[in-house]
């Protein structure tokens, strides 16, 4: 599907969904989910009102933590939360599965894809349960990080 078509079953599910719930189908709700799914990788609440700022489109931020919980429940967005960080947010429409590295140095979030991981999960059955998604994150330190650190190890040795 491409990014267009994507967007475009968002919306639609998106209005399907606020249809059912006699939500308000506001211009600005429209440009939080559109400008959602411009966004390629993981975003705060905070980059996400920045975005729609530079994009000239003013909107509180109440009204964007509002509409993204909207867009969880109606199953476009998920939130994540990696060890200490602020909650990271990302589109899952037209995203297969993928599981995430998290640095715990620097915060970088990378995504993994491990078919290993899928075939181990469909495998296992759960009685009287059927799973809908897995989040699977691995923590450790990014090879930048560990550059620096043995960087800073190295000068220290040194200054001795």
């Not at 429209?30 to 003013?58: C, M, Q, R, W």
């Amino acid at each position: 599907m491409t990014d267009e078509k994507a967007k475009a079953a968002a919306a639609t599910a998106f209005t399907q969904y606020m249809t059912s719930r006699k939500l308000r189908k506001t211009p600005e709700r429209y440009a939080i989910l559109a400008k959602v799914f411009e966004t390629a990788s993981h975003f705060s609440i905070d980059t996400l009102h920045s975005l729609l700022e530079n994009d000239g489109y003013h909107v509180s931020r109440a009204t964007v933590y509002n509409t993204i919980e909207l867009l969880i429940d109606a199953g476009l967005v998920r939130r994540h939360t990696f060890g200490s960080q602020s909650p990271q947010y990302e589109k899952i429409a037209n995203v297969s599965r993928h599981y995430h590295i998290v640095c715990t140095t620097c915060g970088k979030v990378k995504e993994i894809k491990e078919p290993e991981i899928d075939e181990i999960l469909a495998s296992r059955h759960f009685a009287g349960f059927h799973p809908a998604y897995a989040d699977l994150n691995v923590y450790g330190t990014c090879a930048a990080c560990m550059r620096r650190l043995r960087s800073k190890k190295k000068n220290t040795v040194r200054k001795k």
